[in-house]
């Protein structure tokens, strides 16, 4: 079995030659962008620079031509926004089985199978994977630097008809949640926009990052999706995790239930927050979250 | 114009419990309703055609049970819709929902426009709509958070790690929204009964050109085998009382996991 992992410019490949190694022979990483360093753990790197506009079929197009070359019949990708889209289009055009956020990988008599989490957290469920060639993708991490760079070559990648990109405007990246010590994140318990000041003043006083729920985001639109901890925003392990006025829907625990020290403040005593909580204040947060944030500006000043 | 908006028909994912006895998953106690993200798709379709004049179809595949799905996306503002359902619809895998969904864009076609929400509540697997565009052979984009129509032609703008991209797209072609492209409107219940069932088509898998047998769990892509929960719940000190105790509390707590350092 030949795999060949897909990830981006700055992401750190070893997690997903992790995942592969164990159903693969070889394992092979293509680095789609300008350069790349050599991926740990992994038989070859090379970094492949598409000629084209870098839109989502095009890299289909490419990414199918270095499958077809290697004869891979396992197809990792880095589970960002852009590798997600070009998942759907490869599946499509291999005719693969494809599992998103794949958390681990396996073989049976059967074949290939992959887990992944099912019904927004609640299960992990395992999946047999009924083609000739699997694609799955999974959670990525930022690259430390400092690896020895890989080989470069350029490919054709010629665009679809009909799509034409007209502008790219890098955002900046207000949530540095993925990799924060501390995340403070306030749900629906929150009443006003006007308190997102007062949690504010708690991440403030903790050196935490600002961090919230799906209804936030989608509902209120208080604060944008790099802020949103859970399934369709950002995964979170930090080694404190204060969650004031969040109910935990699944989705939300998914992304956040790897921290160190979990604390929960919500009045609602059996809100299910609390079973992946160490600390389960069950308190008015209006009471507890100023005076916590005042005490402990207070003692660091 | 002719919009298709893809809409699923999900379990309510806060309802569903894994049983340990059991080791099943209780799904079809659940209650049902329209996948949120949907609902975005659907509004950015009803804003268009009050925009450049259009006929706003609902597709769905599904449970008999997802008419309920369709009749709300109709009271949202849809002009009518089509669910195509069978003994099959139960268990299918993207790939299969995505067939079926070509299949109906195809035969209630030609459509200038399908559009559809970045992910299902359930799922989560963000596949279907490029499958459906791959099927298609038409363009897609995924993660639209803004959507404007032309004539012949929508310019999009979509998400992507650290960017916002823009792009014309020349029509026909497949589109997924994020949650950031509207708000969508609210209906009653009164205004979801009061919708005709006359707006709502029922299709076989035949009827869209699709072969039932090629739906079975065996002959899809993937299958799920085996199903184990998900993580164990912490054992936690619960902290109730006079505020200025809790606070000391959490503080002791915060130091002896030496979580600041």
């Known amino acids: ?301 | 114009m002719r919009i298709l908006v893809c809409v699923k028909h999900v379990p309510d994912t806060t309802e569903v419990r894994f049983d340990p006895a059991t080791a099943e998953l209780k799904v079809r106690q659940a209650p049902t309703k329209i996948n949120n993200y949907d609902e975005n798709a659907l509004e950015a379709g009803v804003v268009l055609r009050g925009a450049l004049g259009a006929e706003v179809v609902v597709g769905c595949v599904g449970p008999a049970e997802a008419s309920k799905t369709v009749k709300e996306a109709v009271a949202m503002g849809a002009d009518r819709g089509v669910l195509v359902t069978g003994p099959w619809a139960g268990e299918l895998d993207a790939a299969g929902t995505a067939r079926v969904l070509a299949g109906l864009a195809t035969a209630e076609g030609p459509f200038d426009l399908v559009l559809a929400g970045d992910v299902s509540e359930d799922g989560y697997h963000s596949l279907v709509p490029g499958l459906v565009a791959s099927y298609l052979s038409v363009p897609f984009v995924r993660g639209v958070s803004a959507l404007d129509g032309g004539t012949g032609t929508v310019a999009v703008d979509r998400a992507v790690d650290g960017a916002v991209e823009s792009y014309t797209v020349a029509l026909p072609a497949v589109l997924s929204v994020t949650t950031a492209i509207n708000t969508p409107r609210t209906v009653t219940k009164l205004q979801v009964m009061k919708v005709s069932m006359s707006k709502v088509a029922t299709r076989s898998a035949a009827d869209v050109g699709v072969d039932e047998a090629s739906l079975a769990p065996q002959a899809a892509a993937t299958r799920l085998v085996a199903v184990r929960p998900a993580a164990t719940p912490r054992r936690s000190e619960v902290v109730s009382g006079e505020p200025d105790d809790i606070v000391a509390t959490v503080i002791a707590r915060i130091d002896e996991a030496g979580v600041l350092a």
Not at chain 1, 22 to 38: A, F, H, R, Y
Not at chain 1, 125 to 152: D, E, F, N, W
Not at chain 1, 172 to 200: C, K, P, S, Y
């Open chain 1, 1 to 301: 079995m030949s795999a060949l992992v897909v990830v981006e410019p700055g992401h750190d490949a070893q997690t997903l030659v992790e995942l592969a190694r164990p159903v693969s022979t070889t394992v092979d990483v293509v680095v789609l962008g300008e350069s790349g360093e050599q991926a740990a753990g992994a038989d070859s790197t090379v970094v492949v620079t598409a000629d084209g506009c870098g839109c989502g079929e095009a890299t289909a197009a490419l990414v199918a031509e270095l499958v077809g070359a290697k004869g891979a019949d396992l197809l990792v990708l880095a589970s960002t926004e852009r590798l997600r889209e070009v998942a759907a289009l490869l599946t499509a055009r291999l005719d693969a089985a494809c599992a998103p956020d794949a958390v681990a990988l396996g073989r049976t008599d059967e074949g290939l199978t992959a887990d992944r989490l099912l019904y927004g957290g609640v299960a992990i469920g395992t999946l047999a994977l009924q083609r000739p060639v699997a694609i799955v993708t999974a959670a990525v991490k930022p690259s430390a630097g400092g690896g020895a760079p890989a080989p470069v070559q350029t490919m054709a990648a010629p665009c679809i008809e009909g799509k034409t990109l007209t502008g790219r405007t890098a955002v900046a990246d207000e949530g540095g949640l993925a990799n924060a010590d501390r995340v403070v994140a306030f749900g629906r318990g929150v009443r006003t926009h006007d308190d997102i000041a007062m949690v504010r003043a708690l991440a403030d006083a903790l050196g935490a990052e600002l961090g919230c729920s799906r209804p936030i985001v989608d509902d209120l639109k208080w604060l944008d999706l790099p802020h949103q901890v859970g399934l369709t925003g950002t995964t979170v392990k930090p080694q404190l995790y204060v969650a004031v006025g969040i109910s935990g829907q699944i989705q939300h625990l998914v992304g956040m239930r790897e921290s160190k020290l979990i604390i929960s403040i919500n009045n609602n005593a059996s809100a299910p927050i609390f079973e992946a909580s160490d600390v389960a204040v069950v308190a008015d947060l209006y009471e507890v979250v100023p005076r916590l944030a005042q005490a402990l500006a207070a003692r660091s000043a």
